[in-house]
């Protein structure tokens, strides 16, 4: 009969959220949208501003792409080893620690990666509070309490983009 290392491969927390906030738009969302839109891309033509036009529809475009459809959840999994994200270990050896952004709707963890590493790992908390998730990271890294929701995440989630 094998044993398991329990201390070391045991999983302390796991739950699966999405990796982004789908928004409710109305109509009114979608005309003000699209009108800006079309002002841009007809101003771009006028002003024969050809790489500002390209630029204008492959945003368009990407946009589009992206939000077709809703976000499918991840699974993250908290062990004594590291952060399992996507099926890949992260040990805490690689990591400089976490934080939470938190907005009116939903609260996101997120853990920083040190430079050369793959970016930083972003999720939902999902119906998890962050003063559990932060009881079982603490011992393995420090919460970055300095750190807040960037300026373009604050723009994107305001304008529900």
């Known amino acids: 009969m094998e044993h398991k290392n329990q201390t070391e491969n045991e999983v302390l927390l796991r739950w699966s959220a999405p990796v982004r906030h789908t928004h409710e738009r109305s109509k009114t969302w979608y005309m003000v ?34 939000h077709k459809e809703t976000p499918s959840d991840k699974e993250i999994a908290i062990s004594a080893d590291g952060v399992m994200y996507e099926g890949s270990l992260t040990p805490y050896a690689q990591c400089d620690g976490f934080w939470f952004v938190k907005t009116p709707n939903y609260t996101e963890l997120h853990i920083e990666r040190k430079k050369g590493n793959r970016g930083e790992i972003s999720i939902h908390t999902g119906s998890l509070s962050p003063e559990e998730i932060r009881i079982v990271l603490s011992p393995f890294l420090p919460e970055l309490s300095d750190r807040h929701e960037r300026l373009l995440d604050t723009i994107c989630r305001v304008c529900k983009l």
Do not use: K, M, N, R
């Open 33 to 66: 949208a699209g009108t800006v839109a079309a002002v841009l891309l007809v101003y771009s033509v006028i002003t024969l501003a050809w790489s500002f036009t390209l630029v204008l529809l492959v945003a368009i475009g990407v946009y589009v792409y992206v």
